[in-house]
């Protein structure tokens, strides 16, 4: 298709579409990306596919030396896209390119509005990976994903290796892009990871019934495969993926075999919120699709995590994966 357009009605078109989308955000950061201008171009296709306005930015750090790897921050439910702009996402974990993105829930939590990582939350990943993947200068993508960000990163990771028609279809994806996809992934890092729906919900019945009530697994259970997917307008399926299923089905039951350089996991035993009932399970369904897994709890919660564990995993992610990067 190219060949029929005139070199320079292309060399116009690339203009345009760098002035009109990316230009902007060169202005609000000074550092430099080489491949920017291309990965716009391709998000520019990505949101023309996607319902709802999911305002990618690239953020690219002044002292940046990493030309050739970009990390993806997967938001969680709560944090509705700001999370990143803290100083302890920025200062400490990301030593090169970030792009950010919103999911539909950004904008409207009444109803909850969620796909709670499932459904159209997978699509907008898999649209993300594959604008990366598809980028000549990325050589490596890093994704970090809190809370509902983590569940969504194993169900999409789930939902490319076992190639899910559904996913596949709606997002125009091919077998050789999503193993594209797979080997530029390099680094993973699961902050306080939503990782079943059912055991969140049975946590926070718990957290306001009175002590020892019986009726707290029943209550737990109509809420889950009745109203919370009332709540959420039909977006939620309680017997659709399950982030500690996609992570077991990842080692066992997926068509391809795949193996992820680098999983860190940052868990917190006080959290209620997501609760903690899977996470022994979920780092014995992890170590067989990595090189390194690395797993620290700190004693924090689902919003203030201790700072010692916030400490090690920053520690530990460096020395892995931030070797060149001049303020490690």
């Not at 993806?72 to 090169?96: A, K, M, Q, T, W």
């Not at 924090?300 to 090690?312: I, K, R």
Request: hydrophobic share 40%; net charge neutral.
């Amino acid at each position: 298709m190219i060949l029929k357009y005139h070199p320079l009605k292309l060399l116009q078109y690339v203009i345009i579409s760098m002035v009109l989308y990316g230009h902007a955000q060169a202005e609000e950061h000074d550092g430099l990306c080489i491949f920017q201008p291309q990965l716009e171009s391709h998000l520019q296709t990505a949101q023309k596919k996607i319902s709802w306005n999911i305002d990618p930015i690239i953020w690219v750090p002044t002292n940046n030396t990493f030309q050739d790897e970009i990390t993806i921050y997967v938001h969680g439910l709560g944090d509705r896209f700001n999370v990143p702009s803290e100083d302890h996402f920025i200062n400490d974990l990301y030593c090169g390119p970030i792009l950010f993105f919103k999911f539909q829930d950004a904008y409207n939590r009444y109803p909850l509005a969620s796909y709670l990582g499932q459904g159209a939350d997978i699509k907008a990943l898999v649209w993300m990976l594959k604008s990366c993947a598809m980028t000549d200068g990325i050589k490596k993508i890093n994704l970090i994903g809190y809370s509902r960000g983590g569940a969504t990163i194993l169900n999409t990771l789930c939902a490319l290796a076992c190639e899910d028609d559904d996913i596949y279809g709606s997002t125009e994806l091919y077998p050789f892009t999503a193993q594209m996809i797979f080997s530029k992934i390099h680094a993973i890092v699961l902050i306080c990871p939503l990782l079943h729906v059912a055991s969140a919900v049975k946590s926070n019945t718990a957290r306001t019934a009175k002590p020892k009530n019986k009726f707290i697994t029943a209550v737990g259970w109509v809420t889950h495969t009745a109203l919370l997917p009332l709540a959420t307008g039909g977006k939620y399926n309680p017997f659709g993926y399950q982030p500690i299923n996609s992570a077991y089905a990842l080692g066992n039951k997926t068509k391809w075999k795949i193996t992820i350089p680098s999983l860190y996991v940052l868990f917190q035993s006080r959290d209620r919120v997501v609760s903690t009932d899977y996470q022994s399970k979920l780092q014995k369904y992890l170590e067989p699709i990595t090189n390194t897994l690395h797993v620290i709890t700190g004693d924090g919660t689902h919003s203030n995590w201790s700072s010692s564990s916030w400490d090690e995993l920053i520690k530990v992610y460096k020395a892995h994966e931030c070797k060149a990067c001049v303020e490690c």
